[in-house]
């Protein structure tokens, strides 16, 4: 079998056919698939189905991701999601942004900013999070549902909403103000 280039057409259509394979075998699938075609890719993997990933060569797992059906990651720029770190259905991760400051100018004309993205060890991405460019989430976070993540995350900080902001510390006494 020839080598498909990771990213390429080929790929991205291999990937779509690995995305809806169901089951174990599908698991199983993606598993072998994506050790393959990121950057790094650690131990035990969980890829449900529906996961896409744009540009896997920027992309670095670690040991026990889970992701859920439905995350989208478009890695422009690096994105390093650490250790044992939990993504509900439908997250977002998006390492590039479009450029919209000139107001004469059409924004699809404007180009695109990339910057990195870490998830370190240990965070939970509720369901339907957005995290944009340049975010840093801190090691044993949580983020809400629905939250937009922009900026840095403090570790052991739990944070909802949009945009997102500090609810709470891991370990703590907190209510969901």
């Not at 995350?71 to 993504?87: P, T």
């Not at 993205?117 to 991405?125: A, G, L, Q």
Request: hydrophobic share 40%; aromatic share 6%.
């Amino acid at each position: 079998m020839a080598h498909i280039e990771t990213g390429s057409d080929e790929w991205t259509v291999l990937q779509e056919k690995v995305s809806r394979a169901g089951g174990a075998i599908g698991m199983a699938k993606r598993r072998i698939f994506y050790s393959r075609s990121l950057a790094k890719c650690g131990k035990s993997p969980v890829i449900c189905s529906g996961v896409f990933m744009l540009e896997p060569q920027n992309i670095e797992l670690g040991n026990r991701v889970l992701m859920n059906r439905g995350v989208y990651i478009s890695a422009l720029a690096k994105i390093r999601i650490g250790n044992d770190v939990l993504m509900g259905p439908y997250v977002h991760i998006n390492s590039n942004n479009h450029r919209f400051e000139d107001p004469a100018v059409p924004i699809l004309d404007q180009g695109k900013d990339h910057k990195p993205i870490v998830i370190e060890d240990d965070v939970w991405v509720c369901a339907s999070v957005v995290i944009t460019a340049g975010s840093h989430i801190g090691r044993g976070s949580v983020v809400m549902a629905g939250a937009v993540v922009s900026g840095k995350v403090e570790p052991y900080s739990i944070i909802g909403g949009v945009p997102a902001r500090f609810v709470g510390r891991r370990g703590q006494d907190w209510k969901k103000k």
